[in-house]
């Protein structure tokens, strides 16, 4: 089991959510309002401040939980529709989950899924 963590733009979570509903598996999603600040601002993305200019900008964090072998057409999905081209357009964070419990079954491990 995997647990995915995509940090995206906001203008991203409609396209995201649709091709996510396209999938075979719908992994669903929580959604998390958050604030950041990306990897940089001068050229390659290196650090250079000019003055005290912190500028966090809104970003929207979705976490999901899916089996092992749905992992890649949900990364795929996430990557693919929710690039621009543009600096930003997030990052994916993929972690492996020792164990899950259904709170409403008592499922446990992948069937928690």
């Known amino acids: ?31 998390l309002h958050v604030r950041g600040e990306s990897r940089g601002r001068a050229p390659g993305h290196a650090y250079a401040p000019a003055e005290w200019d912190f500028e966090e900008h809104d970003n929207v964090m979705m976490l999901m939980f899916c089996a092992d072998e749905f992992t890649p ?3 795929d999905a996430i990557r693919n529709s929710a690039r621009t081209g543009s600096p930003g357009d997030g990052v994916i964070a993929i972690s492996e989950i020792s164990e899950m419990v259904r709170i409403r079954t008592d499922e446990r491990g ?4």
């Open 1 to 31: 089991m995997k647990q995915i963590i995509a940090i995206i733009k906001p203008a991203a979570v409609e396209r995201v959510e649709h091709a996510l509903h396209e999938l075979g598996h719908f992994p669903g999603f929580t959604l």
């Open 73 to 75: 057409g949900v990364i």
């Open 110 to 113: 992948a069937a928690a899924v």
